[in-house]
């Protein structure tokens, strides 16, 4: 019996303590469940006390600039601009415009400046709302906001001249305004506002305002009205006591933020300003920083036309002796990579006379062989080229390419002994090294063995570079281009056509795009104005591209990638 009661008691005992771990865990999820509440309830709290403090923050700053507008003795207040921002970083327009609409209807003097902002405020309001896709309230609310912008543009105008920065600043909204709603207005509204900054530059104002202006353009595709202010805006520069190095400066500067318009303004000025004072080598020491900057280099900032036009200036302070190997060859890279074809093959062939012995020679020698057949429709010079390359006992990447060539215009020219006997050399020469080549050279090989036509595109690349029926096709109606043309091996590279046809009326013209030559691994179809590729060996890869419409052949052009 005793070991029976001793039993019961344990086991009360035991469901005595698992109880009490039970409330105890009970207990603690209770605590937790507490605290976290509490700290909700925190966050709520200091959040709602955070909001309403920058609620308080905001609108006290806002009494603060309404009273700085008000007091105003200036027609455009800084403090206008300081609540703008205020109001526009959180996309307040609406906020902003009711604000302005009844601020201090006592002070006219900042009266035109106040019409600027409202019109300002609702063409920022309806890019937003387009930003955002916000359709309801814009085509509920379009047009009255689009009112607010002329009217109170024009009640801007109406207050000030052309001696007034508001002036510009408006006449350059209601520009931008029209040319965004492609109008009847548009071209008016231009007109209107390069006369006023002309206007406003002559009468000594800020000369930043007019820079403004001419930045917008550029956005809007008017590089030429750009350029016709930046030229002022420059002028205005060089004609104060700026000194040479200062100007300089402010040139690498634009250049470094990519307004290459502007740049090669002030690089002009400056170049004709240290023409007249540098010695023979300072000039061409300085001449030639320019013309590098602005090579084609991979850089997005390049402008391989103006660094022609500064090659030439080295030309003409230097003479010959002032071209070293690597300045002469990035002349014609350059001249090349401006599709100045005819250009870029003299000076390569200048280059091979002056420094046979060169890294660069036998991609001289290759360029200088393809731009000869396949721009300048000359076969025979083109083939003196290549075949020079050929010879070589060391085969480079563009020997071996040059091979390949020259296996094709036999092939082309039916001569298929011995073409069959260039492709034989070059799988000789190029082992397994490269299985691009392997592929494309078996692929001419077996329609050489099995009695197949050259591949058509291929072909008709070939009839359209040589042929004297196709000797209208002359490359100013498509051009190729290439997101780089440094690709280092495996880097992606982007191409695409350029089409200039003129106007086809309303009707979509349906164009086919023949590619053939280096294309990597892919095979581009008939209908991609563009593709993707990307190459595992390196040389200079040739890209040829022949263009039909319905009525048929129209264009052809190639283009030149160099791999590294």
């Not at 709520?44 to 609108?59: G, N, R």
């Not at 609409?101 to 309001?125: D, F, W």
């Not at 470094?256 to 690089?267: T, V």
Request: charged content about 25%; hydrophobic content about 40%; some cysteine.
């Amino acid at each position: 019996m005793k070991k029976s009661n001793n039993s019961k008691c344990q086991m009360t005992k035991h469901k005595i303590q698992n109880k009490s771990k039970y409330q105890i865990s009970k207990d603690k999820t209770f605590v937790l469940v507490f605290v976290i509440l509490i700290l909700n309830l925190f966050w709520i709290l200091s959040f709602d006390i955070c909001h309403s403090y920058a609620e308080e923050l905001k609108s006290k700053t806002t009494e603060t600039l309404t009273k700085c507008i008000c007091e105003s003795k200036t027609s455009q207040p800084v403090c206008l601009d300081e609540l703008k921002d205020l109001y526009f970083k959180d996309n307040k327009y609406n906020d902003f415009v009711e604000l302005l609409k009844g601020i201090c209807p006592e002070n006219k003097t900042v009266e035109p400046a106040v019409n600027y902002y409202i019109a300002l405020a609702r063409y920022s309001q309806l890019k937003y709302l387009e930003d955002a896709k916000n359709w309801d309230e814009y085509f509920a609310k379009g047009n009255e906001y689009r009112d607010d912008i002329v009217n109170c543009a024009q009640a801007a105008l109406g207050a000030t001249t052309s001696k007034d920065a508001l002036n510009i600043y408006s006449r350059l909204l209601l520009y931008r305004f029209h040319a965004d709603q492609q109008d009847t207005f548009s071209e008016a509204s231009l007109a209107e506002l390069m006369s006023a900054v002309t206007g406003f530059a002559q009468s000594n104002g800020d000369m930043e305002v007019v820079k403004k202006v001419a930045d917008k353009l550029i956005i809007y595709n008017e590089s030429g009205k750009a350029k016709e202010l930046y030229k002022i805006y420059a002028l205005k520069l060089a004609g104060s006591d700026i000194k040479d190095a200062e100007l300089r400066s402010i040139a690498d500067k634009f250049y470094q933020d990519a307004n290459l318009e502007l740049a090669e303004i002030i690089y002009d000025i400056y170049i004709e300003r240290i023409s007249k004072g540098l010695s023979k080598e300072k000039l061409v020491s300085e001449l030639t920083g320019v013309a590098k900057r602005f090579a084609y280099n991979n850089n997005a900032a390049a402008d391989p036309l103006y660094a022609e036009k500064i090659f030439k200036k080295i030309e003409e302070a230097g003479g010959k002796e002032s071209w070293g190997e690597e300045l002469m060859y990035l002349r014609g890279f350059n001249l090349e990579k401006a599709k100045v074809f005819a250009q870029a093959k003299d000076v390569y062939a200048e280059f091979l006379k002056t420094f046979p012995q060169s890294n660069h020679a036998d991609e001289a020698a290759y360029k200088s062989g393809v731009i000869f057949i396949y721009v300048l429709r000359d076969l025979k010079s083109g083939r003196d080229y290549l075949e020079q390359l050929a010879r070589k006992e060391v085969l480079s990447p563009h020997a071996l390419a040059a091979l390949y060539q020259l296996g094709l215009l036999k092939q082309w020219e039916g001569e298929l002994p011995a073409a069959k006997e260039y492709y034989d050399l070059l799988l000789e020469k190029t082992g397994n090294s490269d299985p691009e080549a392997l592929a494309v050279i078996q692929e001419r090989l077996n329609e050489i063995n099995q009695g197949k036509p050259l591949e058509y595109n291929l072909k008709l690349g070939l009839d359209a570079a040589l042929k004297e029926e196709f000797a209208n096709l002359n490359m100013n109606k498509v051009s190729l281009e290439s997101s780089r043309y440094l690709p280092e091996r495996g880097q992606e590279v982007a191409i695409h056509s350029v089409t200039s046809l003129g106007p086809t009326g309303c009707l979509q013209v349906e164009l086919q795009y023949l590619w053939s030559g280096d294309l990597g691994m892919v095979k581009p179809a008939v209908t991609q104005p563009e593709f993707r590729t990307s190459y595992g060996t390196p040389g200079t890869k040739l890209i040829n591209m022949v263009l039909v419409a319905p009525e048929g052949i129209t264009d052809r052009s190639i283009d030149l990638i160099d791999v590294h």
